[in-house]
């Protein structure tokens, strides 16, 4: 906004669902694959009774506990490489990444498993890249327009409308993915409870050219099953 910059990159999964004001998403280029990646072991099934697991996010903490409630899940944080080395040095017995950052780093070699995103949901945007201009800004938006992958916008579309309309924030365990198959959108998401006790998930089939419709149905679909009481609870849990 002060002018300092023309364009700034971002992984999309951590731009805010609200926009501040004057500021616009002027490209998303192709998506990367959302899915999380597994290091340690053949599974998740696979993993010992009581096995470590570390994860710094809520969203992965919160899937890996529904589906295995025995998991000791702890904070880790760092950079990749400083995740890997912690990991290597034993102080987890497993830890859970995001792919697309494995494989930018060429890194990938290191996933034991991809968790599959129908039911290890990833987070909005996962996979996905966020072009930032001030809203506008007509010389910025024609620079970085070649780079727009339409079928990657109306994803990131659809997944930031879902979490929008959700009122989420990050402190609460969301998951919302998608992918277009022949024409189709097909959308997924997840909210649950920090410690796994609890959880709503939800997938609809929709029209590819209509992401945000899709996300609001999608959305409006999971409050109407309880969503944002969940979603309430686990703001405080």
């Not at 899940?73 to 830890?95: C, F, M, Q, Y």
């Not at 910025?140 to 994803?155: F, T, Y």
């Not at 149905?217 to 999971?222: E, F, I, V």
Request: hydrophobic share 45%.
């Amino acid at each position: 906004m002060a002018g300092e910059i023309d364009v700034a990159v971002h992984s999309a999964k951590d731009v805010p669902g609200a926009l501040p004001e004057g500021l616009a998403i002027g490209a998303v280029p192709e998506a990367e694959d959302p899915r999380d990646a597994l290091i340690g072991g053949a599974s998740l099934a696979a993993l010992p009774e009581g096995a470590s697991v570390g994860t710094s996010s809520l969203r992965r903490r919160s899937l890996l506990l529904a589906a295995r409630p025995d998991l000791d899940v702890r904070p880790l944080r760092g950079n990749v490489d400083t995740r890997l080395a912690k990991l290597a040095s034993g102080e987890h017995d497993a830890i859970v990444l995001a792919l697309a950052g494995l494989r930018r780093l060429e890194r990938e070699q290191e996933a034991t498993a991809l968790l599959d995103p129908r039911s290890f949901v990833p987070a909005p945007g996962q996979g996905l890249l966020a072009i930032e201009v001030r809203a506008g800004d007509e010389r910025a938006a024609a620079a970085v327009l070649p780079v727009d992958h339409a079928p990657s916008r109306r994803r990131l579309e659809c997944e930031r409308a879902v979490v929008k309309k959700l009122d989420t924030s990050c402190h609460t365990p969301v998951g919302a993915s998608s992918e277009i198959v022949d024409g189709r959108l097909h959308v997924f998401a997840y909210v649950g409870m920090p410690d796994g006790t609890e959880w709503i998930t939800d997938a609809i089939e929709f029209d590819a050219a209509e992401p945000l419709a899709a996300g609001i149905l999608l959305a409006k679909r999971m409050l109407a099953a309880g969503a944002g009481d969940l979603l309430r609870r686990a703001e405080t849990a």
